[in-house]
């Protein structure tokens, strides 16, 4: 039996051409169903009337530009504007038509080792002067693709030493809520593994803990149209030098930062102009300067305040001109024309000083003005910290109230290079002698925090700068108290029982892989989710089982899958086109984009977005010489429709519905 062929075609579609509309007027990504006679579009009536039809998909493809001096004989030897469209074909052999929409909830999966917030009894239990060995593992195709194989990495934590004065059990082992935090840090910091989750404490404790002195934060978001480069980040970054701005999102032409502050709007950011060189359609305030020959021309006059008006006086096909020096009555000119610009006839006092190649189109817009807006909160926390340092002029101090004002001043102007130091804090403790001082400070967490629904985020201090070969510790004796007699009194032993666990969420692989600038046709989209367990690691010598207990371990949601998201889409286009010989090359750096612009290859997708589709199965009869069964060939078209365009995925159902009365409808 012989396999029939098949020949996939896929395409963008943004517009139903009306009918009667002739195929050489197609616009860019509009579609229509064709008479193979007239080569004109068919009302949906008509198309039944029909024998053989064929469908078509108007280019946006511009022609190659000519390279330099001369006029190219195959200046589109590729044909990259020609129209996309099918083989001829019976209309009673389309069968199948499919319609499909785009899955955009991505979830991850999520874990719970120990407490998950509803049993109370499946807390995690730590007894003091006791090291525990947690064995975690990840899987999953993003694991494979780093490590070429599943990977075990061992977490180990270790507990107080026992202090049978001080030593509470809550019945069941130390209390947890001593060690969680310690050990949620030491998954999220772990050599290997760390890097495919991120892990939260979930506590719940029978007197509420004293919480640490919060300070409240603000998020500002800025979305501006730029290039979404370098450049365009440290331009917002020189007008906010106080703050830390980050990119967070970049939807071409748009780019988002933001960043962490006290309350109150940052203020607007001001553009004096602005160039997108990869723009596609211009955004709304923007005004299109078409690409060309650009060139350096100069003309004697005075320098008059029109310069696109000087310049078409000389060369009428300038599109756009730009003033470079005035000197000595001769305007220098950066132009772009619509043709290779030559020197004027004799008489003309201008000429062509350098042809400069080709240009892209571009957007352009003069000064704007962009207020920030709120976009969320975070928080950090701070802690009490003491310095203890020896005066070196301790015997000439003594006796002269001698207040460390000096060594104060000093230690001010070092915690100052410090972001994590908490301004005005710094004090000279009540109780330092002339001999010994000791400083208290406080000091912000070193990043910001946000809580999840069910989980509290965890604090992660750096060091203060040390001073004078000192460090920055925890206060001793906090709690302690003297009595009656001058003899230290600890504290009381802390009786509050808390359950503890630790809730593990996969990151989604666009987090794990490394990201281009531009499109990367060869990097591997990988939708398989992280999959994680965790144990208590047993030594293989450990043969009685009674003995073996490990927390509880809940798969509490399951990961699903996008489709139909812009990268996903943009793989089966640049195929179709490649295998019609159309050129491609990935789009990893400056010069690929240029090529491609050079080119003028437009593809029609923004990878960030979701898609509509419709394929559509139909056979087109091949019987030459054969007398093997199934000799047709099968075709499959399928239809991409931006998620923003829904009206014309219905008008594209109802055409191909309508059209094809004998068809299969799925999904309609």
Known sequence: MAFPQSIPSNWVVRKVASTSTHLSDLKPFEFGIFDEDTHNSLSLADVAKRRNVYFAVGNPNTRQFTQGSKVERLGNQNNSDVTYRTEVFPTKQLDLVRAQTPVTDEKQNVYYLGYN????????????????????????????????????????????????????????????????????????????VSRFFKAEKVINCGTPLAALDE???????????????????????????????????????????????????????????????????????????????????????????????????????????????????????????????????????????????TVPDTCTSGATTTAWIACGTAYKVTRDLCITIGNDDCDAAEGVGFDGAEVLARLTATLANDPTYVRGSLALDADSTACVLRFTASQFNNDFLEDGCDTLAVAKFDDLL??????????????????????????????????????????????????????DFATYLEKDPIELSVTVFRDDRETDICKIESPTWLHAQRATYRQLRGDDVIKQIILDRFYNQEPWVNQTDKTNQLFLQREGIKLGIDVSKFYYAITVYFNKEYRVNVNASHSDIRNAMTLYVSEDDLSVFTQLKQVLGTAFTEAKLENF
């Not at 003091?128 to 947690?134: H, L, R, S």
């Not at 650009?294 to 730009?322: F, H, K, M």
Request: hydrophobic share 35%; glycine share 8%; charged share 15%.
């Open 466 to 519: 040390g001073f004078e070969g000192q460090r920055w510790v925890v206060c001793p004796c906090e709690g302690w108290t003297v009595n009656g007699d001058g003899c230290p009194v600890p504290p009381a032993a802390d009786t509050n029982c808390c359950q503890c666990g630790i809730k593990f969420t996969g990151l989604p692989t666009e987090q794990l892989l490394d990201q281009f600038g531009g499109y």
């Open 117 to 192: 917030g509803i049993d109370v009894c499946n807390t995690l239990k730590f007894e003091c002067g006791q090291t525990y060995t947690f064995q975690v593992q990840v899987r999953g195709r993003a694991v494979r693709q780093i490590f070429m194989h599943e990977m075990r990495e061992l977490i180990e934590f270790t507990t107080d030493c026992c202090d049978d004065c001080t030593q509470t059990d809550c019945s069941v082992g130390e209390d947890c809520h001593k060690y969680i935090d310690a050990l949620v840090e030491r998954f999220n910091t772990g050599l290997w």
């Open 215 to 357: 300070t409240a934060f603000v998020k500002y978001c800025l979305t501006v149209c730029d290039n979404g480069d370098e450049i365009a980040l440290s331009n917002v970054q020189l007008q906010y030098p106080t703050y830390d701005v980050k990119r967070i999102e970049r939807s071409a032409p748009y780019s988002t930062y933001q960043v962490i502050k006290t309350a109150g709007l940052p203020t607007a950011f001001s553009q004096s102009s602005v160039v997108l060189t990869e723009c596609g359609d211009c955004p709304s305030g923007f005004t299109e300067v078409a690409g060309g020959f650009a060139s350096l021309v100069e003309i004697d006059n005075a320098n008059p305040a029109d310069a696109l008006a000087a310049v078409q006086a000389v060369w009428a096909t300038a599109t756009s001109a730009s003033l470079v020096r005035f000197e000595n009555g001769t305007s220098q000119y950066y132009v772009v024309s619509s043709t290779l610009l030559a020197n004027p006839a004799a008489g003309v006092d201008a000429a062509v000083i350098y042809q400069l190649g």
